[in-house]
């Protein structure tokens, strides 16, 4: 069954949510792990791929988009079709993605913001009713 993490960050900027982001991912890759960013578009995939390039000064983190080469062990995506990644999913759309289920981990980064938190309110109770395990991670940002 898929283990759903919140991170709450501290902040109201959406900036926030995508370095935080990239953080996790490069945390992941770090551990040999496969990591799928699902973003609610093209556009925000894209800012998000290049976000990846320049987050970190000291290293680099390798990615692709998705439908450019999906078997990239870091992509950035949109739409209904991750495959072939099934490891962590990093959720950045406002959406409860419909493939979810089929990751090991679902992380779901949060920022003080009523447009990211409202309906993140409503994929809590959306994961809680069919019995995923859930934790909460209130995250302070500095600054």
């Known amino acids: 069954m ?34 799928y960013l699902h973003c609610a578009d093209e556009a925000e995939a894209a800012s998000i791929d290049e976000l990846l390039w ?3 000064a000291d290293s680099f983190l390798p990615h692709a988009l998705h439908p450019d080469q999906p078997n990239e062990t870091v992509v950035c995506g949109w739409g209904d079709d991750p495959t072939p990644h099934h490891d962590l999913l990093i959720n950045l759309s406002n959406d409860t993605p419909e493939f979810f289920s089929r990751f090991n981990r679902l992380a779901e980064i949060l920022v003080e913001h009523d447009p990211i ?5 409503e994929r809590f109770r959306f994961y809680r009713k069919r019995g995923y395990p859930l934790k909460t991670h209130q995250i302070r940002i500095a600054g």
Do not use: H, M
């Open 54 to 56: 320049s987050f970190r």
């Open 117 to 121: 938190l409202t309906p993140a309110r």
């Open 2 to 35: 898929t283990r759903i993490d919140f991170y709450v960050l501290n902040s109201n900027q959406i900036e926030a949510r995508r370095q935080f982001a990239c953080r996790l991912a490069y945390k992941a890759w770090e551990q040999n792990r496969q990591v």
